[in-house]
């Protein structure tokens, strides 16, 4: 299998009752009715039993929120997705299957789409990655508790689960882990799971940070764990396509869905995370690599 085979990322619909600051869908979205929602996973399941995708690629669906479901048929449809998807990664059709979920929900279906790949060979090729973020995720602390309480089930339930957190890089993120000491003592998460920091993209003052605030941010974290940085630009600069598509009513198909790239062959979005237009990756490309 390689390992950078093509990722697929579906957005199903934009439905989302969390509602972040941060977030680019909600202000963009378009809330889909339980019919279109259906089709929806339809047109997926189609996209995946005619063969359209190149072998071994990974799958990402994304929504909204796809395990924060009330209603039973949708629940059900996403179930026989999931299972369909599992048969095409026992076939070796599919690569690497990438759930994102807020955690913030009764994760009953959660763990029931989990039981379908909780074993020894299974559970390695799961990606799942959660969030979580000083300012505009929480509305409160019982929602906090809420993330923190679920992301202990998740890891109890499923022994061998690779899970990553990712936070945004805002001035209240920034703020949290110079006066904590790092990730590690700012967001109390067991051991096993490992986290990312991800950059603001955004024009939100509230939330953006001076650059400098970043970049110290970044180094805190090498200084407690040598080699972070290394790693940090390694998987920001991997050279894997990343093919986005997002359900269109109007045509009832997944239609393309990807942002421009600037000059230096990333995301014009990375050119988003300070009001200095430069490109993050390249930013800490030139400042951190070989960095000792």
Avoid at 68 to 89: H, T, W
Avoid at 97 to 114: A, C, E, H, K, P
Avoid at 153 to 169: A, Q, R, Y
């Amino acid at each position: 299998m390689r390992e950078l085979s093509p990722i697929y990322e579906f957005i199903l619909w934009d439905n989302c009752s969390n509602n972040c600051n941060f977030c680019w869908q909600k202000s963009n979205g378009k809330n889909l009715s339980k019919k279109d929602k259906i089709l929806s996973i339809n047109a997926i399941s189609s996209i995946l039993n005619h063969g359209f995708l190149e072998n071994g690629s990974h799958i990402l669906l994304v929504g909204g929120e796809l395990f924060d479901q009330s209603d039973n048929d949708i629940k059900d449809g996403l179930f026989e997705l999931y299972k369909r998807i599992r048969v095409l990664m026992k076939e070796e059709k599919i690569g690497f299957l990438y759930l994102n979920t807020n955690l913030m929900y009764d994760i009953g279906f959660l763990i029931r789409v989990m039981s379908l790949f909780n074993d020894g060979e299974m559970i390695g090729r799961i990606r799942f990655t959660t969030s979580y973020d000083e300012y505009g995720r929480f509305e409160n602390d019982e929602k906090r508790n809420l993330f923190l309480k679920n992301l202990e089930c998740v890891v109890s339930e499923n022994p061998g689960l690779g899970i990553v957190v990712n936070s945004i890089l805002s001035t209240q993120m920034c703020k949290a882990l110079k006066e904590h000491g790092g990730f590690r003592k700012t967001v109390k998460v067991p051991d096993s799971v490992k986290f990312n920091l991800i950059p603001y993209i955004g024009n939100s003052s509230v939330l953006m940070p001076k650059r400098n605030d970043v970049f110290e941010s970044l180094l805190q974290e090498e200084r407690i764990s040598r080699g972070f940085l290394a790693e940090y630009i390694r998987n920001f600069n991997l050279n894997q396509r990343k093919i986005v598509m997002k359900y269109d009513t109007n045509t009832g198909e997944f239609l393309n869905f990807c942002s421009d790239l600037a000059d230096c062959g990333h995301s014009v979005n990375f050119r988003k995370y300070s009001m200095s237009g430069s490109c993050f990756i390249c930013d800490i490309t030139e400042l951190f690599n070989g960095y000792e």
